[in-house]
Structure formats: C-alpha cells, structure tokens
C-alpha cells in the first residue's frame, strides 16, 4: 500500500531554515500531487504548498516568500524548505497526497513535529 | 481566499445518536469539498471527496452533501470511534486549499 514518512529535524532555531524530506513508498512521485500541510499545536490545518507530477509548484500566499517545495524522482521523495523560521512555525508537519481523480488528500504521513527555538 | 466556516465548534452527543455537522463556503467551490476525521495523536483520514462520494473505508454510517457554498456530513448513529475531531476542505479552481476551523465530536 501506498505509505509517505516524513523525516527531518525536529528543531530548528529562530531566522533558520526547517527542512523536511517525505519518502513515498508504494507509488510514484511522477503521478498525482504532493502536499505539505501543518497543524500548530491545538490549532487546525494549514495547507503549506505542492509540487505536481510534472514539477509545477503552489503556495500558501502568505508562506510563498519563504517556501520552496522540490522532488527527487529518483529517490522518489519530496522536500520542504521553510526559510527564515520563527516559533509562529512551530507545528506538526504532515506530507500528503492529493489523488487528482478525488481531488482530496487521500493519503496523509504520520506526521512530525517541528519546534522552532533557540 | 476561500474560508470556509464550520458549525458548531463542538458538538455534545452520546453513541447511536445522530451527529450533523456545516461547513459553509465564503465562495462557490461546486462540490470540490471533502471531509476529514482526526483523531487524537493520529493524521486526518478522507472521509468524503467531492462533497458527496465515500472514499474506500468510510463506513455508510458517514455520508456527505451540498453543492456550491453549503455542505453537511452527517453521521447516522454514533459509534465509539466516531468521536473526533471533522474538517472540511475546499479545493476549488485555484490555490490556496483552505480548511474549516474544525467540528469536535466529544461524548
């Protein structure tokens, strides 16, 4: 079955920058849409950004100026680089699908938390 | 941006009875709107895409409507698992995909 894990540090100082990797198992990267989502603690869900099949990429307006969004086709993986992190960005970071047929997030990783301090 | 609004932020019940839950949109987004449950400590799970379609193992108890700015899930009697938290989510012509501020189903 199709699985994503996510992997990174999971703590990152203030005015760095948080990258995290996604491996994707049971599928391949050059089909559907690839999300980052995050959820703050106690808060609700923000969708981050995504690259398609293709390697076209979307943004959250407010996050565009600090996030980039790539792929490894051959390591069948996708990254996340979050610039310029403040503890506003502290969250639990979830890589996701999005089945294009569906046009919903379908598959979601565990997740992993990110805390942003010195 | 398209915000979407969910009612009522925590809703009260007991297993078998019936759990309604809106989500309205500022905007129409059609019936590109899906459901998602999350339960403590666990990733959201697709319930329902395109407003109305059950994704593959989504009880029937679970059931999805609406088109253009108001949508409901409903779920027809109770179980234990089904106390969560419930998210809508748009995804309509153009970014950003906006959630719903969240539904906690508590007994």
């Known amino acids: 079955q199709v699985q994503l894990q996510e992997s990174g540090p999971g703590l990152v100082k203030p005015s760095e920058t948080l990258s995290l990797t996604c491996t994707v198992s049971?599928?391949?990267?050059?089909?559907?849409?690839w999300n980052w989502i995050r959820q703050s603690p106690g808060k609700g869900l923000e969708w981050i950004g995504y690259?398609?099949?293709?390697?076209?990429?979307k943004y959250e307006p407010s996050l565009s100026s600090r996030v980039t969004i790539s792929s490894d086709t051959s390591k069948n993986q996708f990254s996340l680089h979050l610039f310029s992190v403040t503890a506003a960005d502290t969250a639990v970071y979830y890589c996701?699908?999005?089945?294009?047929?569906?046009?919903?997030?379908?598959?979601w990783g565990q997740g992993t938390l990110v805390t942003v301090s010195s | 941006e398209i915000v979407l609004t969910q009612s009522p932020a925590t809703l009260s019940l007991s297993p078998g009875e019936r759990a309604t839950i809106s989500c309205r949109a500022s905007?129409?987004?059609?019936?590109?709107l899906a459901w998602y449950q999350q339960r403590p400590g666990q990733a959201p799970r697709l319930l329902i895409y395109?407003?109305?379609n059950r994704a593959t193992g989504t009880p029937a108890r679970f059931s999805g409507s609406g088109s253009g700015t108001d949508f409901t899930l409903t779920i027809s009697s109770l179980e234990p698992e089904d106390f969560a938290v419930y998210y809508c989510?748009?995804?309509?012509?153009?970014?950003?995909?906006?959630f719903g501020q969240g539904t906690k189903v508590e007994i």
């Open positions: 989510q748009q995804r309509g012509t153009w970014p950003p995909w906006t």
């Open positions: 395109n407003a109305s």
């Open positions: 049971g599928a391949s990267i050059n089909n559907y849409y």
């Open positions: 996701v699908r999005e089945h294009l047929s569906l046009w919903a997030f379908d598959i």
């Open positions: 690259i398609s099949y293709a390697g076209t990429t």
């Open positions: 905007q129409t987004v059609n019936t590109y």
